[in-house]
């Protein structure tokens, strides 16, 4: 199970950190997506970090988003920069265990979702 948090009102410029929390697995041996949902438009994968540390960035985000895991409390965290209206949307975390690699799981989603958290940027 995965539990997202950290989404909410957010101004022009500022920042946000999300956070998911793993239950029942150990995130650390899983491969970890973030992707966004805006209404009206497709699911977008954002960033992708696998097991062994190797992150991707969709061009949207990078440069302004980051990854990081606390293996202690099972979590990993989105560090969001620099937002700006364009990127007011539902956040998701997922997982996966399977070797597919950056490519297949930005554009085709992960096993294991998280319930979602809603950022919006706006002043």
């Known amino acids: 199970r995965l539990v997202s948090s950290g989404g909410g009102l957010v101004q022009p410029g500022g920042s946000l950190r999300l956070s998911c929390e793993a239950s029942g697995f150990i995130v650390n041996e899983y491969n970890i997506g973030w992707f966004r949902q805006a209404p009206g438009k497709e699911r977008e994968g954002l960033l992708y970090t696998s097991r062994d540390g190797t992150t991707v960035h969709a061009d949207s985000v990078r440069g302004r988003f980051t990854v990081s895991r606390d293996n202690v409390k099972n979590i990993v965290y989105l560090q969001m920069n620099s937002l700006s209206p364009e990127d007011s949307a539902v956040y998701y975390c997922?997982?996966?265990?399977?070797?597919?690699?950056?490519?297949?799981?930005?554009?085709?989603?992960?096993?294991?979702w998280g319930n979602g958290t809603l950022v919006t940027v706006s002043s």
């Open positions: 997922a997982a996966d265990p399977r070797h597919y690699g950056a490519d297949y799981y930005l554009k085709n989603g992960m096993d294991y």
